[in-house]
């Protein structure tokens, strides 16, 4: 079965700062990737999605993200934070026959004025 | 407002007994999906249903069951309510067998 880390459970960064959050997968195959984004109180939003083709894919509030099969990553990348993207991110990971919708276990991003 | 509409929104009940969720997913969705969110164990996947049936399972407790009805809504039952079954439960729906999923704003339910 597929799994997914998350290795940061908490950042913290500067409004204006660039932020990374790491996400790693295990899954035999390629896999279906998404990211999520939860706030306080709320359920949870896809921020973007991998299903196939180019690597590097765009999301939404100017999130992207970038699939790299050699290190069964799936990295999520914003050049500019905004105190309002202050939230838990969520690294998911699907097989291709839709079964076993997996989560990591979030990171929860902070970020300072 | 992501379409998938979940009640009640809160529940506080005692150990022992028994509480039914609901869930109705977007309009023309075919999966709908149940996680349990706590502190300590993070988003657990439960149960998968796909236009009626039972399509995946996973850390589902015996005292939960699930069901999916032919409208598509689905129920989450829990029984036997212990302390730790505490937590916020989530619904999901998909159109798709392996496509994004579209959350509700979950079920708190709180077992004292």
């Known amino acids: 079965a597929q799994s997914v880390t998350q290795p940061d459970i908490h950042i913290t960064v500067s409004e204006g700062a660039s932020l990374e959050l790491r996400c790693n997968y295990s899954?035999?195959?390629?896999?279906?990737l998404f990211w999520y984004v939860q706030s306080p109180g709320q359920g949870l939003q896809l921020l973007l999605k991998?299903?196939?083709?180019?690597?590097l894919v765009q999301g939404i509030k100017g999130f992207e993200a970038e699939f790299k099969r050699s290190q069964s990553s799936f990295n999520l990348r914003k050049p500019s934070v905004h105190w309002s993207d202050a939230a838990e991110y969520f690294c998911?990971?699907?097989?291709?026959?839709?079964?076993?919708?997996?989560f990591g276990p979030g990171t929860r991003l902070s970020v300072l004025p | 407002d992501s379409g998938v509409t979940q009640t009640p929104k809160h529940l506080i009940t005692a150990t022992g007994q028994r509480v039914t969720l609901r869930c109705s997913p977007r309009?023309?969705?075919?999966?709908v999906y149940w996680y349990q969110q706590s502190l300590d164990q993070g988003l657990q996947f439960l149960i998968q249903?796909?236009?009626?049936?039972?399509?995946a399972k996973g850390n589902i407790l015996e005292r939960f069951s699930a069901q999916q009805f032919p409208d598509l809504h689905s129920e989450l039952n829990l029984s036997s309510l212990e302390l730790g079954d505490s937590a916020l439960y989530f619904c999901?729906?998909?159109?798709?067998?392996?496509?994004?999923?579209?959350f509700g704003e979950g079920s708190r339910l709180t077992v004292l």
């Open positions: 899954y035999g195959a390629t896999p279906y």
């Open positions: 999901a729906s998909s159109l798709l067998v392996a496509g994004e999923l579209f």
């Open positions: 309009s023309g969705d075919l999966s």
């Open positions: 249903y796909y236009n009626g049936e039972e399509r």
């Open positions: 991998y299903f196939s083709g180019d690597t």
């Open positions: 998911a990971v699907v097989d291709n026959y839709g079964q076993n919708f997996v």
